[in-house]
C-alpha cells in the first residue's frame, strides 16, 4: 500500500515504513498526522484519487529528528567589474518515519461554527453611532428608507431617528 501526501507544499510518495527528509515540521508531539493524502493505492490494487484530497484519508507519522540538509551555494558574479558574491544556507528538513496510511476512517475536526453578529434591527439600542456604516444601511433597508445606498454615516444616523 502506498499514498501521495502533500507536506508542506511538497508531494512525497509514501509507503509504511518509509524514513524521509521533509521541511520542518513544528509539532508538540512525535507523531504527526498528515490529512492532505492526493492518492491512495491499496494492497488489492484498487486506487482512490482525490478531488483534490481523498475524504477521510490519513497519513501517521513519527518525528525521528531535525536536521540541516547540505549547503546550498549562491554565486554572483558580474564579468569585467571585479564583484563576486558567495552565499550559502542550509535548510532545517525533519527526518520522519511513516508509520501507517488509513484510506478511510479519519475525518478532519470541524471548524467551529462562527456566530454572527446581532443586526442592529434586532437591538433596541438608541445609540447608533457605535454601528458600522454597512450596518446602519442594512437597519435603513429593513426600515424601508429610500437613498441609503448614498447616504454618509452621518446622514443615517439621522434618517434613521
Known sequence: MYAIVQIGGHQYKVAKDDVLFVDKQNADSDSLTFDNVLLVKDEKGAVKIGTPVVEGASVTAKLLDTVKADK????KKKRRKGYQKLNGHRQVMSQIQIESIAASGSKKKAAPAK???????QEATDDLSSYTVSDLKKLAKDKGISGYSSMKKAELIDALK
Not at 456566530?115 to 434591527?121: I, R, S
Open 72 to 75: 546550498v551555494l549562491v554565486f
Open 115 to 121: 456566530t454572527e453578529k446581532t443586526a442592529p434591527a
